[in-house]
């Protein structure tokens, strides 16, 4: 197991991006027109064997946590539900309709949100079946939802086993008293385990759990407690995010103060703690933020070299295009990104009008599609290399200036025209990645000068 001192922690833990696109959502900059989006699609789909992955927001949650950075509908009753799936299944409907492709090839479906599971399984039911009847599953696709242990019910569970669900991705965020109370999510531990043992009766092969770190009022001994107790229930992943404080975005998160907030090298050392446990007990630092059992069908994906990172995190489908339905979902092709309207009315609406919901995207440069082919390297493989005519050289280049100080310090071994992270660089791969984030350092320069870490 590798330890990492606190002084690096402190040294070169910067806050950036989680780099589930590149350039990150921030530095879109370019929105194609519906067209290009569609000329996009059409060709990423073209080849004999190409598939794609389809993304469904589902925005229903039952309360409001306080600290959630989601976009989020709270929802009383189920009646706003079935008109919701109606115009996602529309939405589907047009892409058919106006890519002039009425059978989809699919290596990938996830439902996310909010709240999947705040659908019942008959609406589970009636949303996955009028999706899926117009799609050819290929023999290894990926099908994953999230679920939020307080609200999945056995029923729901078999629901989505009939189609083919084996991963699971279930919320538990922290188990202090005093945490679930501040973010207003109170949740057991005897929920999360019968939730975890009746999907893995039924079948679900992959469970992840979402922990996090700098919650509110969160301290060493929360993160103690949390992972004691979660880390015996043997989930497959592990996602360990940071807590992301935007209350100029979500304003249920000034429910509490910053005063509430570990911070600073508190916030630090709660990181550090959870890796660690997670590190002990057998677990395999995979990325950014992820964690996994050996074994796992990412580690396998890793090894074959076929380990892909996008907007819901890392997943093992190989697929050609993204198509992001429902409110705020996201998009991607090779060469171009895409978000749905953010605003649930504003979605509904344009759909109801016969009109693809599309709201803001971006169009890649040759240097956006070079720089991501490396970033998502080191994302995936913990290494990037080039040769002398790669399109980012005017990037590449400097970077390894920048990094120069990250090997003094043991974290990257550089190359001539190479990076590979080292056991001791993981926990720092999204500050080696900003290193080559050409977008975010035109933005703040201050980070490429000499006296920052990068
Ligand atoms: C859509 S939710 C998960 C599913 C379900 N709604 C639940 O809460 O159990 C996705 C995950 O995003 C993470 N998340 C939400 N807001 C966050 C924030 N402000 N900072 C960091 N992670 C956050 C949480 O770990 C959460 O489990
Ligand atoms: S954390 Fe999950 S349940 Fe809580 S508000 Fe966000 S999406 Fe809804």
Same mark, same amino acid.
């Given at each position: 197991?590798?330890?990492?001192?606190?002084?690096?922690?402190?040294?070169?833990?910067?806050p950036g991006?989680?780099?589930?696109?590149?350039?990150?959502l921030?530095?879109?900059?370019t929105?194609?027109?519906?067209?290009?989006?569609?000329?996009?699609?059409?060709?990423?789909?073209?080849?004999?064997a190409?598939?794609?992955?389809?993304?469904?927001?589902?925005?229903?949650?039952?309360?409001?946590?306080?600290?959630?950075?989601?976009?989020?509908?709270?929802?009383?009753?189920?009646?706003?539900?079935?008109?919701?799936?109606?115009?996602?299944?529309?939405?589907?409907?047009?892409?058919?309709?106006?890519?002039?492709?009425?059978?989809?090839?699919?290596?990938?479906?996830?439902?996310?949100?909010?709240?999947?599971?705040?659908?019942?399984?008959?609406?589970?039911?009636?949303?996955?079946?009028g999706?899926?009847?117009?799609?050819?599953?290929?023999?290894?696709?990926?099908?994953?939802?999230?679920?939020?242990?307080?609200?999945?019910?056995?029923?729901?569970?078999?629901?989505?086993?009939?189609?083919?669900?084996?991963?699971?991705?279930?919320?538990?965020q922290?188990?202090?008293?005093?945490?679930?109370?501040?973010i207003?999510?109170?949740?057991?531990?005897?929920?999360?385990?019968?939730?975890?043992?009746?999907?893995?009766?039924?079948?679900?092969?992959?469970?992840?759990?979402?922990l996090?770190?700098?919650?509110?009022?969160?301290?060493?001994?929360?993160i103690?407690?949390?992972?004691?107790?979660?880390?015996?229930?043997?989930?497959?992943?592990?996602?360990?995010?940071?807590?992301?404080?935007?209350?100029?975005?979500?304003?249920?998160q000034?429910?509490?103060?910053?005063?509430?907030?570990?911070?600073?090298?508190?916030?630090?050392?709660?990181?550090?703690?959870?890796?660690?446990?997670?590190?002990?007990?057998?677990?395999?630092?995979?990325? !950014?933020? #992820?964690?996994? %059992?050996?074994?796992? +069908?990412?580690l @396998? &994906?890793?090894?074959?070299?076929? *380990?892909?990172?996008?907007?819901?995190?890392?997943?093992?489908?190989?697929?050609?295009?993204?198509?992001?339905?429902?409110?705020?979902?996201?998009g991607?092709t090779?060469?171009?990104?895409?978000?749905?309207?953010?605003?649930?009315?504003?979605?509904?609406?344009?759909?109801?009008?016969?009109?693809?919901?599309?709201?803001?995207?971006?169009?890649?440069?040759?240097?956006?599609?070079?720089?991501?082919?490396?970033?998502?390297?080191l994302?995936?493989?913990y290494?990037?290399?080039?040769?002398?005519?790669?399109?980012?050289?005017? !990037?590449l #280049?400097?970077? %390894?200036?920048?990094? +120069?100080?990250? @090997? &003094?310090?043991?974290?990257?071994? *550089?190359?001539?025209?190479?990076?590979?992270?080292?056991?001791?660089?993981?926990?720092?791969?999204?500050?080696?990645?900003?290193?080559?984030?050409?977008?975010?350092?035109?933005?703040?320069?201050?980070?490429?000068?000499?006296?920052?870490?990068?």
């Amino acid at each position: 197991m590798t330890e990492v001192s606190t002084a690096l922690l402190q040294q070169y833990s910067l806050p950036g991006p989680r780099y589930t696109s590149y350039p990150a959502l921030p530095f879109w900059d370019t929105t194609p027109g519906p067209q290009q989006w569609l000329q996009h699609l059409d060709s990423a789909l073209a080849a004999p064997a190409a598939r794609a992955g389809l993304y469904v927001h589902l925005p229903f949650c039952s309360s409001l946590c306080t600290f959630c950075g989601c976009n989020v509908r709270v929802a009383r009753g189920h009646g706003a539900v079935q008109p919701y799936i109606d115009q996602v299944l529309r939405e589907f409907e047009l892409y058919r309709e106006q890519l002039g492709r009425p059978r989809w090839s699919i290596g990938e479906l996830q439902l996310g949100g909010g709240t999947p599971t705040f659908l019942d399984a008959a609406e589970l039911d009636a949303l996955l079946g009028g999706l899926l009847q117009h799609c050819d599953l290929t023999p290894d696709a990926s099908l994953a939802t999230e679920a939020d242990p307080r609200t999945t019910s056995s029923a729901q569970l078999q629901t989505l086993r009939r189609y083919g669900f084996t991963r699971l991705s279930l919320g538990v965020q922290c188990l202090d008293p005093r945490v679930q109370d501040i973010i207003n999510r109170v949740q057991t531990l005897a929920e999360l385990r019968a939730v975890t043992d009746n999907a893995r009766e039924l079948g679900f092969t992959s469970l992840n759990y979402d922990l996090i770190y700098g919650l509110p009022l969160q301290t060493a001994d929360s993160i103690e407690q949390t992972f004691a107790a979660v880390l015996r229930l043997r989930p497959e992943r592990v996602t360990y995010y940071g807590y992301t404080h935007v209350p100029w975005i979500r304003p249920s998160q000034r429910r509490f103060t910053e005063a509430d907030l570990p911070e600073g090298q508190a916030r630090l050392i709660l990181q550090h703690l959870g890796r660690k446990r997670l590190l002990e007990a057998g677990y395999i630092e995979l990325g !950014v933020d #992820q964690f996994v %059992l050996p074994g796992e +069908a990412l580690l @396998q &994906a890793q090894s074959a070299g076929l *380990l892909q990172r996008q907007f819901m995190g890392y997943t093992p489908a190989n697929t050609q295009a993204l198509v992001g339905l429902g409110v705020s979902a996201l998009g991607a092709t090779g060469a171009s990104y895409m978000q749905n309207e953010k605003n649930l009315q504003n979605y509904q609406t344009r759909v109801q009008q016969g009109e693809l919901p599309l709201q803001r995207g971006h169009l890649l440069s040759a240097q956006d599609i070079a720089l991501r082919a490396h970033i998502m390297a080191l994302l995936t493989t913990y290494r990037a290399n080039w040769h002398s005519n790669d399109a980012a050289c005017a !990037v590449l #280049q400097p970077a %390894l200036t920048r990094l +120069a100080p990250l @090997q &003094a310090d043991g974290l990257v071994e *550089l190359g001539e025209r190479s990076i590979t992270v080292t056991a001791t660089g993981r926990p720092f791969l999204r500050t080696i990645c900003m290193a080559l984030d050409a977008r975010l350092l035109a933005r703040s320069p201050e980070l490429a000068l000499g006296n920052s870490p990068l």
